[in-house]
């Protein structure tokens, strides 16, 4: 079982920055493929990023050259950092987890809300 605590989600106004975090538990976390999804209202829960052991990225078209995701094993967390923030990155993004068995878990979600 992997535990996801996900943090740092707001209110920002368009052109903004936000960073997520996501703490995850477990004693092999350089193994886990981690990423973030968003769902916002009315539509199906959608990639934004994922980032491998290794650090290999990768990214949905949409946020391409705005968002990075990055990791830091030691701290058993990863990032996203929303920049250039658009009114349609409005959504609950939610961060996941994908150990080596290949089960995917899924973090409580946290709200990004870009509006003037």
């Known amino acids: 079982q992997v535990q996801l605590v996900e943090s740092g989600g707001g209110l920002v106004q368009p052109g903004g920055s936000l960073r997520l975090s996501c703490a995850a538990s477990?004693?092999?976390?350089?193994?886990?493929?981690m990423g973030w999804y968003r769902q916002a209202p009315g539509k199906q829960r959608g990639l934004v990023a994922t980032?491998?052991?290794?650090?290999?990225?990768n990214y949905a078209n949409s946020v391409k050259g705005r968002f990075t995701i990055s990791r830091d094993n030691a701290k058993n967390t990863v990032y996203l950092q929303m920049n250039s923030l658009k009114p349609e990155d409005t959504a609950v993004y939610y961060c996941?987890?994908?150990?080596?068995?290949?089960?995917?878990?899924w973090g409580q979600g946290t709200q990004v809300t870009v509006s003037s």
């Open positions: 980032i491998t052991g290794g650090g290999s990225t």
């Open positions: 477990g004693s092999i976390f350089s193994m886990y493929v």
């Open positions: 996941i987890a994908r150990p080596p068995n290949d089960i995917n878990y």
